[in-house]
DNA sequence: TCTGGGGTCCTAGGACCC
DNA sequence: TCTGGGGTCCTAGGACCC
């Protein structure tokens, strides 16, 4: 059996545990500090019930309740709680995993009781950490996630032989982990609405209409596949930063130092997970250009914002623009390798240990103690 | 009049190599 | 002048998740 553990509005809950000025109103959390242009990351039980919930545009969320609280998100806060719920549950002795920062999956074998056991477990955050998760029992990870669901808030839900097929009758396919929107109406037009006719489905027939994504379906859904995610890897894919501007700008000035800042933030963190990056991304969008993106990948890794930054100018020359109207813009680098190469030139080790420097500096006085002059325009309006 | 930001995986075609 | 087969790397696009 397994169990996933999915909090409810997680970085919400983590707000109104810490102020209690904020508990028991409609709270929403937002992905950047300026309260009007963002949209909501997490939303409170009071403001979902108002019909506010994540995704929304914050703009849209204050229309519908002006004394609606707002906090700016505070990832380091979330990324801390979920680390130390992680350590609580190892507690219980059983092999666990992350699904996501708000969702674990804990194998729990042929556990004799496990609604005890999920009880036990809520109780045990909830006395902790003062927010509630909802639990899902069932025979694979794709299974106990969608039962994770059925009772939230601070619910618990078990699927087992006896009452599989009559639950999953009731549940809209959608709800599936992996059935997004595109897929969701695909299975309506071929006549599968509910969880069930999707489990009933054989697997060659899943396969030919979805090619492996349907395999996987099948294999998810009927296997004993226990985790979500493989073994969490050393290393990301990628690491990206992007930013939406209030208004769309033709500043080329102005644009070049975001992509520039951008650069700096993307490098900063690849240093601190001591990688380097042969691929950069770059993606404008605006009102005349549409959605440009092109990415390129180079021979020489690196992990210096000046060589990402160039990178993305001879991106940004691809768009044929002279002076392009930008609205929002992100950069980002992949094909990532550990940085352990020696550095060959003089120069190259100047340069190197120059950053170091830098980002002890930074680490030791603050973030943005130092950093280069050419972002001075993007930081004086972040 | 535009609704954020950070990711993953899969597919398909082109270039190039043997 | 036209002919096979196998493989890798790169780019672009699509779908999905939190």
Same mark, same amino acid.
Request: charged share 25%.
């Given at each position: 059996?397994?169990?996933?553990?999915?909090?409810?509005?997680?970085?919400?809950?983590?707000?109104?545990?810490?102020?209690?000025?904020?508990?028991?109103?409609?709270?929403?959390?937002?992905?950047?500090?300026?309260?009007?242009?963002?949209?909501?990351?997490?939303?409170?039980?009071?403001?979902?019930?108002?019909?506010?919930?994540?995704?929304?545009?914050?703009? +849209?969320?204050?229309?519908?309740?002006?004394?609606?609280?707002?906090?700016?998100?505070?990832?380091?806060?979330?990324?801390?709680?979920?680390?130390?719920?992680?350590?609580?549950?190892?507690?219980?002795?059983?092999?666990?995993?992350?699904?996501?920062?708000?969702?674990?999956?804990?194998?729990?074998?042929?556990?004799?009781?496990?609604?005890?056991?999920? &009880?036990?477990?809520?109780?045990?955050?909830?006395?902790?950490?003062?927010?509630?998760?909802?639990?899902?029992?069932?025979?694979?990870?794709?299974?106990?996630?969608?039962?994770?669901?059925?009772?939230?808030?601070?619910?618990?839900?078990?699927?087992?032989?006896?009452?599989?097929?009559?639950?999953?009758?009731?549940?809209?396919?959608?709800?599936?982990?992996?059935?997004?929107?595109?897929?969701?109406?695909?299975?309506?037009?071929?006549?599968?609405?509910?969880?069930?006719?999707?489990?009933?489905?054989?697997?060659?027939?899943?396969?030919?209409?979805?090619?492996?994504?349907?395999?996987?379906?099948?294999?998810?859904?009927?296997?004993?596949?226990?985790?979500?995610?493989?073994?969490?890897?050393?290393?990301?894919?990628?690491?990206?930063?992007?930013?939406?501007?209030?208004?769309?700008?033709?500043?080329?000035?102005?644009?070049?130092?975001?992509?520039?800042?951008?650069?700096?933030?993307?490098?900063?963190?690849?240093? +601190?997970?001591?990688?380097?990056?042969?691929?950069?991304?770059?993606?404008?969008?605006?009102?005349?250009?549409?959605?440009?993106?092109?990415?390129?990948?180079?021979?020489?890794?690196?992990?210096?914002?000046?060589?990402?930054?160039?990178?993305?100018?001879?991106?940004?020359?691809?768009?044929?623009?002279?002076?392009?109207?930008?609205?929002?813009?992100?950069?980002?680098?992949?094909?990532?390798?550990?940085?352990?190469?020696?550095?060959?030139?003089?120069?190259?080790?100047?340069? +190197?240990?120059?950053? &170091?420097?830098?980002?002890?500096?930074?680490?030791?006085?603050?973030?943005?103690?130092?950093?280069?002059?050419?972002? +001075?325009?993007?930081?004086?309006?972040?």
């Amino acid at each position: 059996m397994i169990l996933h553990i999915d909090m409810d509005a997680f970085f919400a809950s983590i707000e109104q545990a810490i102020n209690p000025k904020l508990k028991g109103k409609p709270l929403i959390v937002g992905s950047r500090a300026n309260r009007l242009y963002t949209v909501v990351c997490a939303a409170s039980y009071e403001a979902k019930a108002l019909g506010i919930d994540s995704g929304m545009p914050t703009k +849209e969320a204050f229309s519908i309740c002006p004394d609606l609280a707002f906090v700016p998100a505070q990832q380091g806060r979330y990324i801390w709680t979920s680390e130390e719920i992680f350590k609580l549950l190892k507690g219980y002795g059983f092999e666990i995993a992350y699904a996501s920062i708000d969702e674990f999956q804990m194998d729990i074998q042929d556990t004799p009781n496990p609604e005890n056991l999920a &009880k036990e477990i809520r109780k045990g955050i909830q006395d902790s950490f003062k927010i509630t998760a909802s639990i899902g029992i069932a025979k694979n990870w794709i299974l106990a996630k969608l039962a994770s669901k059925i009772n939230k808030p601070n619910g618990i839900a078990i699927l087992n032989e006896a009452n599989l097929e009559q639950t999953l009758a009731k549940i809209p396919a959608q709800k599936l982990c992996g059935v997004g929107l595109k897929t969701g109406l695909f299975f309506n037009d071929l006549g599968i609405k509910t969880c069930l006719e999707l489990y009933q489905k054989p697997a060659d027939y899943l396969e030919q209409i979805l090619g492996k994504n349907g395999l996987n379906f099948y294999l998810s859904l009927h296997s004993n596949e226990r985790f979500q995610t493989q073994e969490a890897e050393e290393k990301p894919k990628s690491v990206g930063h992007s930013y939406t501007f209030p208004r769309a700008s033709e500043n080329t000035g102005f644009i070049r130092a975001w992509i520039r800042l951008l650069s700096e933030m993307v490098a900063r963190r690849l240093r +601190e997970q001591n990688l380097v990056s042969k691929t950069v991304y770059l993606w404008l969008t605006g009102p005349k250009i549409g959605n440009f993106k092109a990415q390129k990948t180079y021979r020489e890794a690196t992990n210096d914002a000046h060589d990402i930054f160039h990178r993305c100018l001879k991106i940004m020359a691809k768009t044929g623009k002279n002076k392009p109207k930008i609205r929002a813009l992100g950069v980002t680098c992949s094909g990532l390798e550990k940085a352990c190469y020696l550095p060959l030139f003089k120069e190259q080790k100047r340069r +190197e240990d120059l950053l &170091k420097a830098v980002d002890k500096i930074n680490a030791r006085i603050g973030e943005d103690t130092l950093y280069p002059a050419s972002i +001075e325009l993007a930081k004086s309006m972040k």
